[in-house]
């Protein structure tokens, strides 16, 4: 039994030992983990930059004289099947741009979250479309045996320059050490030069048969007489016509030498109506900046 209590003792002084010196070990200070660790950047704070991008652009002619036609021929029953003609086309337009950005950031953890106003102008940015179109509408109830119809001719033209926009959106983005993946939203403000015109004209005709019967044999002539003509025209035209939308998309940030940004990003902006044309464009951009 005693010498059963002396190897015990013998390899208990051993054991602490040898623990003790394995608490020196670097891997068990965590010395090899300072290598293996991401830098964390402080994105938080106010930040201003410029950039430069290359835009293409949808503009929807299709239904530009709607209203102008609407007030025209309102409370005829002409007013609801013109309306509805898809007269013009749409135009696909591209152009370089140019603008500038302020900002601020919060941080918590590895979540950026941020507001930001952005401003764009864009460098040519216009287009244009006319044409003519002529259809037969349906008219009224006729008395029997007779049929009314319209002959009708739209035609118009409209053109579209946008000058500049302006963005204001929320960003949410993830702290990656030296760059930072965003995605962004909000709401968006656009100046543009607008001009448009219509002319409606229609022939009412009335169409009907009349039969004659002489020695047995009856001759049926059709006739079409025109009853009543109309035509009217219209232009608008607005040097600063302001437009309202949304806009969304993506980017990613770096930061080199400290407080200096870079950044390249996608964005999305689409715009209500326009003096009935519709405006949805696509911005590649890339920007430099600087945090305080």
């Not at 309306?83 to 749409?90: M, Y």
């Not at 140019?98 to 941080?107: D, H, I, M, R, S």
């Not at 656009?190 to 001009?195: I, L």
């Amino acid at each position: 039994m005693r010498r059963l209590w002396l190897v015990a003792a013998v390899f208990g002084s051993v054991s602490a030992a040898h623990a003790a010196d394995l608490s020196d070990l670097p891997v068990l200070r965590g010395g090899f983990t300072d290598g293996l660790s991401r830098t964390s950047q402080n994105w938080e704070g106010f930040y201003v930059g410029g950039q430069f991008g290359f835009a293409t652009t949808d503009i929807d002619f299709s239904h530009a004289p709607k209203s102008m036609t609407d007030f025209m021929l309102r409370n005829s029953i002409l007013q609801a099947p013109v309306g509805g003609w898809s007269l013009l086309p749409k135009n696909h337009v591209q152009s370089t741009g140019f603008g500038a950005y302020v900002g601020k950031n919060w941080q918590l953890y590895d979540a950026v979250m941020g507001v930001e106003a952005n401003y764009s102008y864009m460098n040519n940015i216009a287009s244009s479309a006319s044409d003519s179109m002529t259809r037969i509408l349906d008219g009224e109830t006729a008395p029997t045996g007779h049929t009314y119809t319209y002959v009708t001719t739209l035609g118009g033209g409209a053109s579209l320059k946008l000058k500049d926009y302006a963005t204001f959106r929320g960003r949410v983005g993830w702290d990656g050490g030296d760059f930072m993946p965003y995605a962004f939203a909000g709401l968006a403000i656009g100046r543009a030069e607008v001009s448009r015109f219509a002319t409606v004209s229609y022939i009412k005709h009335d169409d009907y048969d009349t039969s004659v019967t002489v020695g047995g044999v009856t001759t049926t002539t059709h006739h079409q007489d025109t009853i009543d003509t109309g035509a009217w025209a219209s232009t608008e035209q607005r040097a600063n016509a302001f437009m309202y939308g949304w806009t969304a998309g993506i980017g990613i940030e770096y930061a080199i030498c400290g407080n200096f940004l870079i950044r390249g990003e996608w964005e999305h902006v689409g715009f209500s109506n326009v003096k009935d044309i519709t405006v949805g464009l696509n911005n590649f951009r890339v920007g430099g900046g600087y945090k305080f």
